[in-house]
Every structure is written in C-alpha cells, then in structure tokens.
C-alpha cells in the first residue's frame, strides 16, 4: 500500500510536470511558429506606418535603457545605504520591505501613478513618462540584487580595507564593488530585461507611435504596446505583425536573460 | 568625497520611501472626488456608469444588452458599446446634473474569482514540477529544465495573453462551451504564466532542505512520498507558502495576461464561461479616454488594487519570508 502511494504520487507529480512544461512549450511553439512567419528584413528597416517594427523596436530599447541608466546609480546607491551605512537598525530593514513591496506592487498601479504626476500636468504622453513608469519598477530589483550581493562580501575585506587606512568611500568603491560586481552586473541586466518586456505602465504614459522618434517629450514608440494594439486589430496583416513583434520581444528578454547567467557563472568559476 | 557619497547613498535610500509615500498620496488625491462622491459603498455597488435617475431603466437596459451579447461569440465590439454607453452618460449628466453611479465590485470580484482560479490549477502543477525537479528527476534533466522554467519565468505577460486569445481561449471553448473569453480562460492564462514563477520559488525553497535530515528518513524505510510529505513540507512550508502567496499577488496585479481574455464586460460571471472584468484590465481600458469623475474612479480603483496588493505581499513578507 506504502509502495503503491508512493508509485502513484511519483507518477502524479511527474504528470504534473509535463502538463506544465506542454502548455509552456506549447506557448513558445505557437510563438515561433506565428512569429518567424512574418520575419523578413522588411519588419527592421520600416516603420510601423509603414508594416514594418524599427521605430517602435528601437523606441522601446531607448525608454528601458534610459530607465536603466539612472536606476543602476539610484539602486546601487541605495543597496550600498542598506548594506554598509544603514547598519542593523529597525530603519534599514523598514527600507528593505518597502523595497520588496515595491518590486511587488501591480505594475499598472505605478502607471497610474505617473500619469496622475506628469501625464496629467503636462496635458500628453510623453517617452520621459515611460521612462519614469520603468525606473520606478527597476530600482527596487537593482536594490534588492545589490543588497544580497554586497551580503556575500567578506566582512574580513572591509576590515582589511579600513585597516590600511582607506576611507569608507573608497573601501566601498574599491573593494566591496568590486567584489561584487559580476553579481550586480547580472542584477542590473536581468532588471533590464523584465522592464524591457513591460506593457502596463506604458500603455497611457508614454503611449506608442507609428513614426520614428527620438524626442522623449512627445507621445513615444513602444513596442509592447503596439503589440497590443495590433493583436487587438480585426486585419490580419496586423496581427501577424503583432506576433512578429511578440516573437522579437520574446527573444530579446531572453537573450539578456541568458547574458545575464552566463555573467554570474563566468564569477562562480 | 566620503561625506557626499555617504549623503548620496541615504538620498537613494530616502527616494524608496518617497516614491511609495508619494504613490500613495497621488492616488488618493486623484481618487478623494471619486471617494467623497462614492465613499465606502463603492466597494460593494455593482453599477458601473449608470445614471441614478435613470437608475431601472438604465440597469436593465444594459443588462439585457451585454446578456443578449454574452450569448454571441463575444470580442471587442462588445466592449465598444460598453464604452459608448459611459461616454453617452457622461454628455447626460453635464447638461442634466444627474449623478452617475460608479462601482467596484464587478471588477473586485473578477479580480479575486480570476486569481482563485489560477491559484487552483497552478499550486499542484508548480508543486509537482518543484518536486520533480528537486526529489525526482536526474541532474542531468533537472538542471536544463530548471533553467527553462526560470527563462520562462522572465517571459513578458503580453505573450501570454495573445496566445491565450488567440490558441487557449478557442481551445477552452471548444471543450467547455461559452465564450473564447471568460472568466475561466483568464484563470487559467494566469495559471500558466504563474506557474514557472511559483515552481522556481518553491524548488529554491525545497533545496534548502539538508540532505541530512531526507537521509535519515530514507535510512528509516521511508519512502520518497513520505520523505517528501513529512521531512521536506515540513521544513520548507514557509518558504513555499510564500512562494505561493507572491504569486497571488503577481496574478492578481497582473494587467496585459488577462486584458485579451478576460471580455472586458462590466457584469458578474455568472458561469466560469461568462466574460467578467478584473480591476487592472478596467484600468488598462479606460485610462485614455476618462476625464473628471470618471477618470478619479479610476484612480479609486488602482488604489484599492495598491492596497489589495499592499496586503498580499505584507502577508507574505512579515509571516512567510522573514530574511535574516
């Protein structure tokens, strides 16, 4: 009986695995397929006005990597609070929960919040509100990678560092960093890759364009959202440009994902 | 210089605090003529942009509209109608001065019958590839496919709406009937995208566990079932209910997975196969074109969805998840 509850439970979970791993292949099947049947040259080199995905490619690519470029300063620095001046006092762990409380909150929520501060004020949809949207979801993730990576750095070397003389600033750039720099590096490109991939927060902040633009102050190109227009399109044309889009996006965040472990394992080694 | 990078790294730290102070703030702010209108009791009216004189006329008017289009196959036409009729009611009450009627609950209820769902069919699937991947399979596969649900993990959500309405909804309909989008569609997309998500936590909660204490349970004659259901729950519960509960939180915040399948129809599901609306895709979908009360009705509910949120991952944080 024992042995028989036990076979039928290995075979349960088993089963269970494979029900989960077939709908996610099934996912990344049907995404292939659909997407690589509308890839051509055509789709890089034109706009959206035109069928094709460059602008809005290279617009979500200019939102998510300007959210990135001041989010790293702004996490790290507030994963370094956490870590080397905050101490073990009641405050840092207060700032640590609110971090994760953050990096948890509905994405659409932190949407409204900026179309309520900037969209409204300013009367329109703007790149710099998408940006914002995005930097608001990547610093809690750039903090907590920070913190945890900065955890794993020997105390003994802080101590090594201070008794030669060097000031905390420098113990902290120079050593602590650098130690755990592999670490962040791989935080800061996995942040990247889940806000690169975001729709929510942009839908009404930065909004999306057919035409090319690099001016963050006006309504802005972005992929995920045109995605979700066009999906939403009777045409199937649409459509298909849709899943075009959802198969690049897709692959994208994957690609930085993989950068981002190959980063951390080149450290382990 | 180390003065100002001490001050710099507070200043960060400090901005944490003041961008969730100032969420919270803004919100209510741009919900206070939304909540001195409505006040509590919007969280139990089921009204949604109904004229108050109108009030008999106007609810069974469009009951009986979005019934009558429930039967149809149902897509976004419906919702466009839905959309003029708040737009009609908005032109009215300007040159009446009637009071339109705003509630959450259908959304509220979507939200939480959506998530119940997907919790329902993801907890034993995510347990059962978490069990696999950690007590079951050879590292020769459970390493690959471990970093394949963690890949999938990272997947964008829109992905999985748009092969939810187009592949999963049809699929579903066929075997239960009803529409292509409902309710039930838009548990199960949840499911699926919380799956690698919550499977991933639970295995990294699971591989805690010391060989040790398994070792000792196999050297007493148990086998993997009791080793799993009395040495490794045991020891790992709080970190897999946590697991669970964040992924809660996640399908509950979720926006884009359930904006393609959920219908987008403010009335109550009254079978899993009926269309319903979640609080996110009400957001999602109207934002662009509210103005006034109606725009301050929905900061209402994304306010609500902040704290129902706040609650969730509070929860999971301060009982389940406690770093030291």
Redesign the interface.
């Known amino acids: 009986m024992?042995?028989l509850?036990?076979r039928l439970?290995?075979v349960?979970?088993?089963?269970?695995?494979l029900?989960?791993?077939f709908?996610?292949g099934?996912?990344?099947y049907?995404?292939c397929a659909k997407g690589l049947a509308g890839l051509s040259l055509h789709v890089f080199t034109h706009d959206l006005i035109e069928g094709g995905l460059r602008n809005v490619i290279v617009g979500q690519i200019i939102m998510s990597a300007v959210a990135t470029l001041i989010g790293i300063?702004?996490?790290i620095?507030?994963g370094?609070?956490?870590q080397?001046?905050?101490g073990n006092t009641k405050l840092t762990e207060f700032?640590?929960?609110?971090?994760?409380?953050?990096m948890?909150?509905?994405?659409?929520?932190?949407?409204?919040?900026v179309?309520?501060?900037v969209v409204i004020p300013t009367g329109h949809a703007s790149g710099w509100a998408g940006v914002l949207a995005l930097f608001?979801l990547m610093?809690?993730i750039i903090?907590r990678t920070t913190d945890d990576m900065l955890k794993l750095v020997p105390v003994e070397l802080r101590e090594a560092g201070i008794a030669i003389g060097a000031?905390?600033?420098h113990v902290?750039?120079n050593i602590v960093i650098r130690y755990a720099k592999a670490g962040i590096l791989t935080g800061v490109l996995?942040a990247f890759?889940?806000v690169v991939?975001?729709?929510?927060p942009l839908?009404?902040t930065s909004g999306s364009s057919e035409f090319w633009s690099t001016d963050l102050t006006d309504t802005f190109p972005s992929l995920?959202v045109s995605?979700?227009n066009l999906?939403?399109m009777p045409d199937e044309e649409m459509?298909q440009l849709?899943?075009t889009g959802?198969f690049l996006?897709?692959a994208m965040?994957?690609v930085v994902?993989?950068i981002g472990?190959y980063a951390s394992n080149e450290k382990r080694r | 210089?180390?003065l100002i990078?001490?001050k710099?790294?507070?200043?960060?730290?400090g901005?944490?605090?003041v961008?969730?102070a100032?969420?919270t703030v803004?919100?209510y702010l741009?919900a206070k003529p939304a909540i001195e209108a409505f006040g509590v009791g919007f969280l139990f009216e089921t009204r949604w942009g109904v004229e108050e004189q109108l009030l008999v006329d106007g609810a069974t008017e469009k009951l009986d509209v979005v019934e009558s289009a429930a039967l149809d196959d149902l897509d976004?036409e419906d919702f466009i109608d839905d959309d003029d009729f708040i737009t009609d009611d908005d032109d009215e009450s300007g040159a009446s001065g009637t009071r339109e009627i705003y509630g959450a609950l259908v959304p509220i209820v979507g939200t939480i019958f959506s998530t119940l769902i997907a919790m329902l069919f993801s907890i034993?699937?995510?347990?059962?590839?978490a069990?696999?991947?950690s007590e079951?399979a050879a590292s020769s596969i459970a390493k690959p496919?471990g970093?394949?649900?963690e890949?999938?993990a990272?997947?964008?959500?829109?992905?999985?709406g748009?092969?939810g309405?187009?592949?999963f909804g049809p699929f579903i309909a066929s075997i239960f009937g009803g529409n292509t989008v409902s309710l039930l569609v838009a548990g199960l997309v949840l499911a699926?995208m919380v799956?690698?998500f919550m499977?991933a936590l639970s295995r990294d909660a699971i591989s805690t566990v010391p060989d040790m204490l398994k070792e000792s349970a196999y050297a007493m004659g148990a086998?993997?079932?009791?080793v799993?259901k009395d040495v490794v729950f045991p020891y790992a519960k709080s970190g897999i209910i946590g697991s669970i509960i964040?992924s809660f939180?996640?399908a509950?915040?979720?926006?884009?997975a359930v904006?393609?399948v959920i219908g987008g129809i403010y009335q109550f599901a009254g079978k899993v196969t009926d269309p319903t609306n979640s609080i996110?895709v009400v957001?999602?979908n109207s934002?662009?074109e509210s103005s006034g009360l109606s725009l301050s009705v929905?900061?209402y509910l994304?306010l609500i969805?902040?704290i129902m949120?706040?609650i969730v991952?509070?929860v999971a944080?301060f009982y389940f998840l406690r770093?030291k």
């Open positions: 024992r042995l509850m036990n439970f290995l349960f979970s088993t089963f269970a695995a029900v989960g791993l709908f996610l099934w996912i990344l049907t995404l300063p702004v996490g620095m507030a370094i609070y956490l080397e001046y905050g700032i640590r929960d609110l971090s994760d409380v953050m948890s909150a509905p994405s659409i929520v932190v949407g409204t919040f179309y309520a501060i608001i610093v809690p903090v000031s905390k600033y902290t750039m996995l890759a889940r991939g975001e729709t929510a839908l009404y995920t995605i979700y999906a939403t459509v849709g899943w959802a996006l897709t965040v994957l994902n993989l472990r | 210089m180390e990078f001490k710099l790294s507070q200043i960060s730290a901005l944490l605090f961008i969730l100032a969420t803004v919100l741009s976004g034993p699937i995510a347990m059962g590839i069990v696999f991947l079951i496919v970093v394949a649900i890949l999938l990272s997947i964008p959500s829109i992905i999985y748009m092969w309405l187009f592949y699926i799956i690698p499977a086998t993997k079932l009791e799993i964040l939180g996640r509950m915040g979720e926006t884009m904006a393609f996110p957001l999602a934002f662009a929905l900061f994304a969805l902040f949120s706040f991952i509070g944080k770093r």
